[in-house]
């Protein structure tokens, strides 16, 4: 791991560049095989935003979140929070940088403790960092701020987890990630879980809070209906790679790699008018990330691969790197977060991506 400092870009939160993280599994009498989960990672998360990731299960985004956490140790790459190399750092400065970036877990009736009360999950971050409130008075005031924060009441403080409802359950967990006033909060499929409605208002509290707040987020998901309500901006991950990234309108109205595009033609919607024009419906199966296609990793299920896609790993590039018409869109955010892709051939229209019919 590269621990060198750099200066980060005014603005971000957070930089992850080139990273990569391999692991070793059994492979019987041959030994062990490496599978690599992330192969050369480059995101960046801006103060104040949400951004989605997404991509098939197995493509890399829990590791990815847990790098990020510092649960694993990456093998290369650099990773700042605000220049800062989370990796490089011991002792009490490490303890005051975990306080800037939490998570909040995918099934909320598994991630609290059923033998604590709400108000003891909570507020148990306060044990590790005694420095942050000092005094039983202290840290009172700041449980029954964190419940009413959440949209709970401070009686709810002395209930066991059982006595909730799993909406009720996952803000407890939203409120233990806010108890030490991250920068940061990592959501894994945070309302997977969920029935729609308590999904909805779980979506609006966050929104809220990021209002209030100015926390950022790396919101992790299958569902893109979700995915394009909450996020600002979009990473899309495949076999260890991110392949497109850009603003949720251009990620989603004018996808530029084929597999985003048989993404969003997956999504089911109830609106008649909104639902594709052709289903994009991919061949084969996903290949395993311990014998990764060369080249294009999506080349193997790819309509458009041509003899290029074998021999050659294609570098990011924007639309208008690519050759295609550019759509100047008054709301493409800031240039240096361009839409852009790792695509030979990147889809040229919402025609060709399958979103209106051929000719509009």
Excluded at 108 to 126: D, K, V, W
Aim: aromatic letters at 4%; hydrophobic letters at 40%.
């Amino acid at each position: 791991m590269n621990t060198q400092e750099t200066g980060a870009e005014p603005g971000n939160v957070l930089e992850v560049k080139d990273l990569t993280k391999t692991f070793h599994v059994s492979a019987g009498a041959a030994g062990t095989r490496e599978l690599r989960a992330l192969d050369g990672i480059n995101l960046t998360v801006r103060k104040g935003e949400t951004l989605g990731l997404v991509g098939e299960s197995g493509c890399g985004k829990s590791t990815l979140a847990r790098t990020l956490m510092m649960l694993e140790q990456p093998d290369a790459g650099t990773v700042r929070f605000e220049g800062q190399d989370p990796f490089g750092l011991r002792g009490r400065e490490l303890l005051k940088w975990r306080r800037r970036v939490q998570m909040v877990f995918q099934d909320p009736f598994a991630s609290l403790n059923a033998r604590m009360s709400a108000g003891q999950i909570i507020s148990e971050p306060f044990a590790t960092h005694k420095d942050l409130y000092k005094g039983a008075a202290a840290k009172a005031r700041r449980l029954n701020e964190l419940l009413e924060l959440v949209g709970m009441r401070s009686s709810d403080a002395a209930k066991s987890p059982q006595e909730f409802s799993g909406g009720q359950r996952q803000r407890i967990g939203i409120a233990r990630a806010l108890a030490l006033d991250p920068d940061l909060i990592i959501l894994d499929e945070p309302v997977s879980a969920l029935d729609l409605s308590v999904q909805a208002q779980v979506l609006n509290l966050l929104n809220d809070l990021q209002r209030e707040l100015g926390v950022s987020y790396i919101f992790i998901s299958h569902d893109l209906s979700v995915v394009r309500h909450v996020t600002d901006r979009v990473a899309v991950m495949y076999l260890g790679r991110i392949i497109e990234t850009g603003t949720t309108r251009d990620v989603f109205d004018h996808p530029l790699h084929p597999y985003t595009a048989s993404l969003m033609s997956a999504s089911p919607k109830l609106d008649p008018a909104k639902r594709p024009a052709q289903r994009i419906v991919l061949q084969g199966e996903l290949p395993s990330p311990l014998d990764p296609p060369s080249g294009c990793r999506f080349r193997t299920r790819c309509w458009k691969a041509q003899a290029i896609c074998r021999t050659e790993r294609p570098a990011a590039q924007t639309r208008e790197e690519a050759g295609l018409v550019s759509l100047g869109m008054p709301d493409a955010g800031p240039p240096q977060f361009p839409h852009q892709t790792e695509c030979h051939f990147p889809i040229a229209s919402a025609a060709e991506a399958g979103l209106v019919p051929a000719g509009n």
